[in-house]
DNA sequence: GAATCCACTTAACATAGATTAAGAAATCAT
DNA sequence: ATGATTTCTTAATCTATGTTAAGTGGATTC
C-alpha cells in the first residue's frame, strides 16, 4: 500500500494515464524524526501523500503545543490556511517518525483538475473525506470533560497506529497537559 | 446574492448547462426560526445551499450545547458523518431566523459528479472551502484561555452576520458559558 | 397591556484541571 | 556501556472557569 498508484487508488478510481500525469510533477521527500514538514509562518503550497511514516500537526501557543492531527500511510496532508489565503502556514507539521511523502505543487494540481475529469473527482474526495475526520476529530474528542475525551479517544482507536505516538502528544491532541492524562489513564487502568 | 445559479458561481465558474442539472434535482426548503434542519441521530444525506438566513450546527451533550459552526446566506450545508459513514448525523442544525435552503440530494450530487467535469470541480471547491474554514475555526478559536479565544473571535468578524446571533449561542461557539462571556465582555469594554 | 418567558448580567462559591516539583523509567548520544 | 536528555508518573498547590443563585430588561403571548 505504499506505491505511488495505490495510494491514489485506494482515495478514488483515477486512470492510469492520470496518475502517470500525477506522476510526472511528483517529488519523494524523505524527513528524519523531528524534522518539519511545514513551519508555522512559512508558505507552503503542497499537497503531501504520505508513502510512510508518522506526521504530527499542531500549533505552538504561548510555551504549549495544541495538536490538531496525526497523518500516517496512505494520507493526504496540506496547509489549506496556507494554500487558500495564499499566506503563510498557521501551523506546524513535524516528523514523528522517519517519513517518505510524495510532493505535488498545489498550482499543478489546479492545472490538473481543469484537465482530467477523474482527478477533479479524486481531489473532491480527498477534500471530502478529510473534511468528514476533522468534523468527527471535534465532534468526539473536543466535547466533555477530559476524562470523557480520553475514554472516546480509547474506543475510537485503541490498537492502530497511534500507539507509536508519544504520550505527551496525546495529551496534546486530547487538549491537557500530560499530567491529567497519567491521572486519567491510571484511572481508566483501574476502572477496568 | 440569493439566486441559485449566483450561489454556484460564487463557489466555482460553473456552465448553464450544468447549472441547470443541477436546478432539476433542487428543491426549496423554508425553516422557521427554531425549526431543525437535520437532527441528531437521523440520516440526512443531503446538501444544502442557504439562500437566505442563519443556521447553527450543535451537538447536545448532557445539558451543555456545544456548537460547531454558523452558516449564512451563500453558505453550503450538510452532515458529512451522515453522507460518507451513511449512518445518522451526530450533530443537530437548526435555524436561527427563518432560512430559505437549496436542497440536492447527495446521490444524484454523485452522479453528476460523474457526469459533468465542471460539476466535480465545484464540488471539490465547496468541500476544500469547508475544509479551510473549520482548520481555521479550531486554529483560531479552539486555543488558549477564555479570554484570548473571546478576542481572537472579535477580531475575525467584529460587525458581520455574527451580530444577529443571541450571545448564548455565541458563547457555546467559544466553549464556554454564556456567564463567562457576559465577564469577558465587560473586560473588553473596559480595557478598550 | 399585563403576564410570562427568555436572554443577559453580576456575584459568591465550588471544582476540574493547570502548574509546580521531583523522582523513575526510557531513550539517546558519546 | 555510561552519562545525559527526555518522557512519564505521582502528588501538593493554585487558579480559571463552571455552577448556583438572583435580579433586570426585552420580547412574546394571551
Avoid at 508519544?166 to 496534546?172: M, N, V, W
Wanted: one cysteine or more.
Amino acid at each position: 500500500m505504499n506505491v505511488f498508484s495505490d495510494i491514489i487508488h485506494a482515495m478514488y478510481p483515477v486512470s492510469d494515464e492520470s496518475i502517470g500525469k500525477l506522476w510526472a510533477h511528483a517529488e519523494i521527500i524523505t524527513l528524519q524524526k523531528g524534522e518539519f514538514l511545514i513551519k508555522d509562518g512559512t508558505v507552503n503550497r503542497n499537497l503531501y501523500l504520505i508513502k510512510s511514516g508518522l506526521l504530527r500537526s499542531f500549533h505552538l501557543e504561548g510555551d504549549r503545543e495544541d495538536t490538531l492531527w496525526f497523518a500516517t500511510d496512505g494520507d493526504a496532508v496540506a496547509s489549506m490556511h496556507s494554500i487558500f489565503a495564499k499566506s503563510p502556514a498557521i501551523a506546524d507539521i513535524i516528523a514523528l517518525t522517519e517519513t517518505t511523502l510524495f510532493q505535488i505543487p498545489w498550482t499543478t494540481l489546479e492545472t490538473l483538475y481543469e484537465q482530467c475529469h477523474d482527478l477533479a473527482n479524486w481531489g473532491r474526495r480527498i477534500a471530502e473525506e478529510e473534511l468528514y475526520c476533522l468534523e468527527r476529530r471535534y465532534r468526539i474528542l473536543g466535547t466533555g470533560d477530559a476524562y470523557s475525551r480520553f475514554r472516546a479517544f480509547m474506543n475510537l482507536r485503541p490498537n492502530s497506529f497511534i500507539r507509536e505516538i508519544p504520550l505527551k502528544d496525546i495529551a496534546s491532541y486530547l487538549g491537557m497537559t500530560p499530567q491529567t492524562l497519567s491521572k486519567l489513564r491510571a484511572r481508566y487502568a483501574a476502572e477496568k
